[in-house]
């Protein structure tokens, strides 16, 4: 597949992409203490602003809150390095000469953008909050709302990837 302008950016961006989520995991460990058990995946899934009021006040007496920022931070970059190397990883695919693998890169095109659009959502609602030191029952629900989509598209990006990968491979040694 030499020639597609989409190539590199995939390889380079989608596993940087799963490396940055790991970090982001990592830097949101701490915040999952007693008062806010679920740490960030809590704040996230609140729905109300008096729920963030309460995550957020445990996690500044226990001197989280600026972790509680650099994680949603690192999460922005995260979803910006992984949506953008799906994006291409589909864009990639579709310029296969398999149908199926052009339908599939499709999907992970839309898949893609829907993750994006979501998380960045979900994580900017989370920001403002965090930012504004007090929740909002309008941000906390749209966070709760958009998060089970993005979760959706998330799955569909990292298997749809592995999966378009393992049937481009079978189709190619059975051709």
């Given at each position: 597949m030499t020639g597609n302008p989409y190539t590199a950016r995939f390889r380079i961006l989608w596993p940087l992409g799963l490396v940055l989520f790991g970090i982001v995991i990592w830097m949101g460990?701490?915040?999952?203490?007693?008062?806010?058990?679920?740490?960030?995946?809590?704040?996230?899934?609140?729905g109300s602003g008096h729920a963030i009021d309460l995550i957020q006040r445990a996690w500044s007496e226990a001197g989280l809150y600026?972790?509680?920022?650099y994680a949603m931070?690192?999460?922005?970059?995260?979803?910006t390095v992984y949506g953008l190397g799906s994006?291409?990883?589909g864009l990639h695919y579709m310029q296969d000469a398999a149908p199926k693998i052009r339908r599939m890169g499709g999907l992970l095109v839309a898949a893609?953008?829907?993750?994006m659009l979501t998380d960045y959502t979900e994580t900017f609602s989370q920001i403002i909050q965090l930012t504004q030191q007090r929740?909002?029952?309008?941000?906390a629900s749209i966070a709760a709302t958009v998060r089970p989509v993005?979760?959706?598209?998330?799955?569909?990006?990292f298997f749809g990837v592995i999966a378009t990968f393992v049937?481009?491979?079978i189709s190619a040694r059975t051709a």
């Open positions: 460990l701490p915040l999952d203490i007693e008062g806010v058990p679920g740490g960030i995946l809590a704040h996230q899934a609140a600026e972790r509680a920022r931070y690192g999460d922005i970059l995260f979803i994006w291409y990883g893609a953008a829907v993750f929740g909002s029952d309008t941000l993005k979760v959706a598209a998330w799955l569909v990006t049937v481009r491979r």
